[in-house]
Nanobody
């Protein structure tokens, strides 16, 4: 079993930066694929980024490419999402998730955190 706790959300102005962290408990973190998803009010949860077990493979949705960077530190059981050049449309609750496959599909992830709110003001 893996438990995930996100942190680092907040309110920033457009153009600013935030770094989200997702701390994981459980012995399987270092072998798990990790993903970040987000859900804005009235919208479905959408894929943001994913990273494989050793950080060698990463994926991003087109709207965040060049602005967001996913990384992980297996020694600290933590995955990060560095978000730069933030836009109002990035406003959402951000969730991290753990699974076996490095994929964009939410259904492939078995464990989810509670989410952290990110609000970007214009």
């Amino acid at each position: 079993q893996v438990q995930l706790v996100e942190s680092g959300g907040g309110l920033v102005q457009a153009g600013g930066s935030l770094r989200l962290s997702c701390a994981a408990s459980g012995r399987t973190f270092s072998s798990s694929a990790m993903g970040w998803f987000r859900q804005a009010p009235g919208k479905e949860r959408e894929f943001v980024s994913a990273i494989n077990w050793n950080g060698g493979t990463t994926y991003y949705t087109d709207s965040v490419k060049g602005r967001f960077t996913i990384s992980r530190d297996n020694a600290k059981n933590t995955v990060y999402l560095q978000m730069n050049s933030l836009k109002p449309e990035d406003t959402a609750v951000y969730y991290c998730a753990a699974g076996v496959l490095t994929t964009t599909r939410p259904s492939a992830y078995h464990y989810w955190g509670q989410g952290t709110q990110v609000t970007i003001s214009s």
